[in-house]
């Protein structure tokens, strides 16, 4: 394990459904993150909290909704999704931000919208 | 615009034998480089990170390369075992900018 866990691990979801998924570190690391990684694309960033603050949101779609109640959790409540938001979501640690800080990360929750 | 691009897309070699990947980015200013494994189902794990005055790194049976002034990388893995097989994405800094911009990834197949 890397320090970063994610549940669950696998998720099938109708398209009218409500549904959270988890991620927890306690590797002491002050930022956190949402990727979404579709077969044959780059992980593409959803958002970014520093220090329990929402510090980015790259245009994600409102149906993706993220929480961070503390330093060690994040959450992505998802509800209302499309069958194109099938992908494996991904969830990162770093210590800080910036470019010489490294990031760790989950094994992801491998996401079926049906 | 930033972009990392890796080649070949997707590759299958004998056990035992070497390969190497290649990553091409156009992000600047650089700060560092960053190649990662992922195995299938798992998230990505790093494996080495250069700077800008690194030329030649190595971890283990990996050695990551960087050509600052052609802005290229490669990987080179020797003596492949089963367990290599994975996806290995490159990753590009850029300095003052906290994003990072992902390659696409080679896809390695080790086949006994």
């Known amino acids: 394990e890397t320090g970063v866990t994610q549940t669950p691990r696998h998720l099938v979801m109708g398209m009218t459904n409500k549904k959270s998924l988890k991620c927890e570190q306690h590797?002491?690391?002050?930022?956190m993150y949402w990727y979404k990684q579709s077969a044959k694309k780059p992980l593409e960033l959803m958002f970014v909290y520093s220090l329990e603050e929402r510090v980015e949101n790259n245009s994600v779609p409102s149906r993706f909704s993220p929480e961070c109640p503390n330093s060690s959790h994040l959450f992505l409540h998802l509800h209302t999704l499309q069958p194109e938001d099938s992908a494996l979501y991904l969830c990162a640690s770093s210590l800080g931000r910036g470019a010489g800080y490294g990031y760790t990360f989950g094994s992801g929750t491998r996401l079926t919208v049906v | 615009k930033n972009q990392v691009e890796q080649s070949p897309q997707s590759l299958i070699i004998l056990e035992g034998k070497n390969c190497t990947l290649q990553?091409?980015?156009?992000?600047?200013?650089?700060?560092?480089l960053r190649w990662y494994k992922q195995d299938t189902g798992r998230g990505p794990v790093s494996l080495t990170i250069?700077?800008?005055?690194?030329n030649t790194k190595s971890n283990g049976r990996y050695t990551a390369t960087l050509d600052a002034d052609t802005k290229q990388s490669s990987l080179h893995i020797t003596a492949s075992q089963l367990s290599d097989s994975a996806s290995y994405i490159c990753v590009v800094s850029a300095r003052g900018n906290e994003k990072l911009t992902f390659g696409t990834g080679t896809r390695l197949t080790i086949i006994p």
């Open positions: 250069m700077t800008f005055s690194e």
């Open positions: 990553c091409n980015y156009t992000v600047s200013p650089f700060s560092n």
């Open positions: 590797l002491g690391h002050n930022a």
